[in-house]
């Protein structure tokens, strides 16, 4: 099976500007998690997908979105960017627990490095 | 104040060498901790899951001990190689609110 894929893997945009990121999860996965990394703040959970719901979300600003659609590809979108949002932007896939606790196993893509100048 | 301290937060091991990492945690109620490596540049990658019940859980190399009544864990590296020069990063979850709490992470190098 192919793995997490993440587009694009490199960006580089503006303050002021916004982006939109992708994510493909494993087939059959339907949980979709999305993560920032930072040297400063380690992993911080974004929000979850689960079959084109939201089921869980973290404490970031509504500048912050995502969505997923029925075939379980997701985007998230962060609006009006910041300098403190360049980030590693990690998503996860896993076929039903994500973040709900359970032990299904979560795997991650090999992310979106975003820089905001 | 972090739900889920990892130390060392860096450290060098000569090839060959052992070491041990710590994760402690104020998580509750537990549900199961995970230890990921994370290589540069790359995303994480599930070393091993340990639910209450599991004391030691191994993977190759890796072994992961975990004392849910003094909320600490720990993952041993055996005989270490260039390979496992990478971040490792201790992730607790909570039973029941379905959240994730994450370390910051144990930054590995393993020098010849």
């Known amino acids: 099976k192919a793995g997490v894929t993440q587009t694009p893997r490199y960006l580089i945009k503006t303050r002021g500007q916004q982006v939109t990121l992708s994510c493909s999860p494993i087939?059959?996965?339907?949980?979709v998690s999305w993560y920032q990394q930072t040297p400063g703040q380690g992993l911080q959970f974004l929000f979850e997908?689960?079959?084109?719901?939201?089921?869980n979300k973290g404490n970031f600003p509504g500048r912050f979105s995502g969505r997923q659609f029925s075939n379980s590809r997701s985007e998230m979108n962060v609006s009006t960017l910041e300098l403190g949002d360049s980030a590693l932007y990690l998503c996860?896939?896993?076929?039903?627990?994500?973040?709900?606790?359970?032990?299904?196993?979560?795997?991650f893509g090999p992310g979106t490095r975003l820089t905001v100048t | 104040k972090n739900q889920v301290e990892q130390s060392p937060q860096s450290l060098i091991i000569l090839e060959g060498k052992n070491c041990t990492l710590q994760?402690?945690?104020?998580?509750?109620?537990?549900?199961?901790l995970r230890w990921y490596k994370q290589d540069t540049g790359r995303g994480p990658v599930s070393l091993t899951i340990?639910?209450?019940?599991?004391n030691t859980k191994s993977n190759g190399r890796y072994t992961a001990t975990l004392d849910a009544d003094t909320k600490q864990s720990s993952l041993h590296i055996t005989a270490s190689q260039l390979s496992d020069s990478a971040s490792y990063i201790c992730?607790?979850?909570?039973?029941?609110?379905?959240?994730?709490?994450f370390g910051k992470g144990n930054q590995v190098v393993v020098i010849p």
């Open positions: 996860a896939s896993s076929p039903t627990g994500g973040t709900s606790g359970s032990s299904d196993e979560q795997y």
């Open positions: 087939s059959g996965h339907r949980s």
């Open positions: 997908y689960f079959s084109e719901t939201q089921r």
């Open positions: 994760c402690n945690y104020t998580v509750s109620p537990f549900s199961n």
């Open positions: 340990m639910t209450f019940s599991e």
């Open positions: 992730v607790v979850s909570r039973y029941g609110n379905n959240r994730l709490a």
